[in-house]
C-alpha cells in the first residue's frame, strides 16, 4: 500500500528509534592505534607506556568499514533511505560531542548503539537544502558498562545540480584575531592540509566515505574537493590539548562544531586558551581548553576539550 504520510511525518517517526548495535569487528589493538597515531602524527607516549587507546579513538573502534553490511534491523540506515529516496543523498557530519568515562584497554571489544534524538526542520545551509540530524550513542564494553558517549550531528542534503569545479587557485588568508591577553594561550600549532594526508587519516580512522577519498565523487556531492573527516579533527583537536598538557595527562570530553571544510593544498592553524581550572577529583587539575582551528575559508572547527593533568604536572 502506498505511503500517504508526508516527509516530515516520516521523519518525526524515526527520533527515539536505535540504529543497529554495532560491535567492533577487532577488539582495540596497538596496531590500530599505531596507524593512527601515525597518520595523526600523535607520538603520545602515554598509549604504549599503559597499553590503551587514545580517548579520541572511541567512534573508531566501531565504524562500519569498507562496504559494510547492517547487521540487523537499523533505523539509522532507513531514514537515509528515506531521505535518499527524496533527493537528499549527501551528507556531511557538523558536531561531535564525546565523553570518555575511562581508557579503553588491548583485547577489549566495544558495541556502539545510536539512537535518533531530533530531526530539525528543513533548513538552507551554503551546501543546499537539508535536515540536521542528531543523535546519541552510547559505547558500551563486553561487560554492558558504560565507556563513552557520543553526541552526533549530520546534514543530509541536497547535492547541487551542477558539480562544484575545484579552484584552480587558492583563496586569500583569513586574518587570525589576536588572543585575548588575560587567558592563557597554548602554544600555535600549523597543520599543512596535504591529500594524502586527507586519504589516510580518513583510513586511519575507518571512515570509508568516498568524499574523503573520491574527488569526482566529492564535487558531485556539493564540496569543492575531497575533505578531512570530523574524526580527523576530533582527532587533531585531542593531540593539540594533550601535547600541551603533558604526558600523563587524561582526556575526559571533547566538543567540536565544524565550519569550513580543510581541503588540500590549505593550511589550518589550531589556537587554544584555557577557560577554567578546578581540582580533579583523584588530585590534580580538570582544565578546560577553547581551541580553534582555521583554515583559508575561515574556521574548520571551533570547540573545547576537558583534560585531566596529574600532580606533578600541574598548570603548564
Excluded at 146 to 161: A, D, T, Y
Excluded at 193 to 205: C, G, K, N
Excluded at 267 to 275: A, D, K, P, R
Aim: glycine share 8%; hydrophobic share 40%.
Amino acid at each position: 500500500m502506498k505511503n500517504t504520510l508526508s516527509l516530515a511525518e516520516q521523519l518525526t517517526g524515526f527520533v527515539g528509534r536505535q540504529g543497529a548495535a554495532m560491535v567492533s569487528p577487532d577488539p582495540v589493538n596497538p596496531a590500530m592505534i599505531r596507524h593512527w597515531c601515525a597518520a595523526l602524527g600523535d607520538e603520545n607516549p602515554t598509549y604504549a607506556e599503559t597499553g590503551t587507546a587514545p580517548a579520541a579513538m572511541l567512534q573508531v573502534w566501531t565504524m562500519p568499514g569498507w562496504k559494510p553490511v547492517s547487521p540487523g534491523p537499523d533505523a539509522v540506515a532507513d531514514l537515509y533511505a528515506c531521505l535518499d529516496a527524496r533527493g537528499y543523498t549527501s551528507i556531511v557530519a557538523t558536531d561531535s560531542e564525546q565523553d570518555y568515562l575511562r581508557p579503553l584497554r588491548h583485547g577489549e571489544t566495544v558495541t556502539a548503539t545510536k539512537t535518533i534524538v531530533s530531526i530539525s526542520d528543513e533548513k538552507t545551509t551554503g551546501l543546499g537544502r537539508g535536515f540536521f540530524i542528531t543523535s546519541h550513542i552510547d559505547v558500551v564494553d563486553a561487560r554492558g558498562d558504560l565507556v563513552g558517549r557520543q553526541l552526533h550531528r549530520v546534514l543530509k542534503f541536497k547535492p547541487p545540480q551542477t558539480p562544484i569545479v575545484a579552484p584552480t587557485t587558492a583563496p586569500a588568508a583569513a586574518p587570525v584575531a589576536a588572543p585575548p591577553a588575560q587567558r592563557q594561550q597554548l602554544p600555535r600549532w600549523s597543520i599543512a592540509l596535504d591529500r594524502s594526508t586527507i586519504v589516510a587519516t580518513a583510513i586511519a580512522t575507518r571512515d570509508y566515505q568516498p568524499v574523503h577519498h573520491d574527488p569526482d565523487h566529492a564535487r558531485r556531492s556539493g564540496s569543492q574537493d575531497i575533505f578531512m573527516n570530523i574524526l580527523t579533527t576530533q582527532g587533531l583537536v585531542a593531540r593539540f590539548v594533550l601535547d600541551w598538557a603533558g604526558a600523563g595527562a587524561v582526556l575526559r570530553r571533547t566538543a567540536i562544531r565544524l565550519g569550513a571544510s580543510n581541503y588540500p593544498g590549505d593550511t589550518m592553524e589550531m589556537s587554544g586558551e584555557v577557560l577554567s581550572r578546578h581540582p580533579a577529583a583523584g588530585g590534580g587539575e580538570d582544565v578546560e581548553v577553547g581551541v580553534r582551528g582555521r583554515n583559508r575559508l575561515g574556521d574548520h572547527v571551533k570547540g573545547a576539550a576537558v583534560v585531566t593533568i596529574p600532580p606533578a604536572k600541574a598548570a603548564p
